[in-house]
């Protein structure tokens, strides 16, 4: 079974940086997406960084709002996923969650991890 542990989060202040990371039980290069999610309190949760695979080539996207602070990268090696979180503000304030997606044929899965507290102060 596929299982997804965040780690790396906390208490920071503004402009400080975090780097969160993903561990994944399972072989990472067998996934299809690697995405982290973030929810604020009172808000739904919000896709805001994720690598996609196509044409067996690495992508990543990111909104607007997190452009140029944060990045996310992998390691198959160590099965990992990194978010490299710089110039953190309050607003970056939730629980980040990782999220890996296995599509083979007809059948996708999704994986989810529990999510990790980034506080983020004036």
């Known amino acids: 079974q596929v299982q997804l542990v965040e780690s790396g989060g906390g208490l920071v202040q503004a402009g400080g940086s975090l780097r969160l990371s993903c561990a994944v039980s399972?072989?990472?290069?067998?996934?299809?997406?690697w995405s982290w999610y973030r929810q604020c309190p009172g808000k739904q949760r919000e896709l805001f960084a994720s690598?996609?695979?196509?044409?067996?080539?690495?992508?990543?996207s990111y909104p607007d709002s997190v452009k140029g602070r944060f990045t996310i990268s992998k390691d198959n090696a160590k099965n990992t996923v990194y978010l490299q979180m710089n110039r953190l503000e309050p607003e970056d304030t939730a629980v980040y969650l990782c999220?890996?997606?296995?599509?083979?044929?007809?059948?996708?899965?999704?994986?989810w991890g529990q999510g990790t507290q980034v506080t983020v102060s004036a």
């Open positions: 999220k890996v997606v296995r599509r083979v044929l007809w059948r996708q899965d999704d994986y």
């Open positions: 399972g072989s990472i290069d067998t996934f299809n997406a």
């Open positions: 690598i996609i695979n196509s044409d067996s080539s690495d992508s990543t």
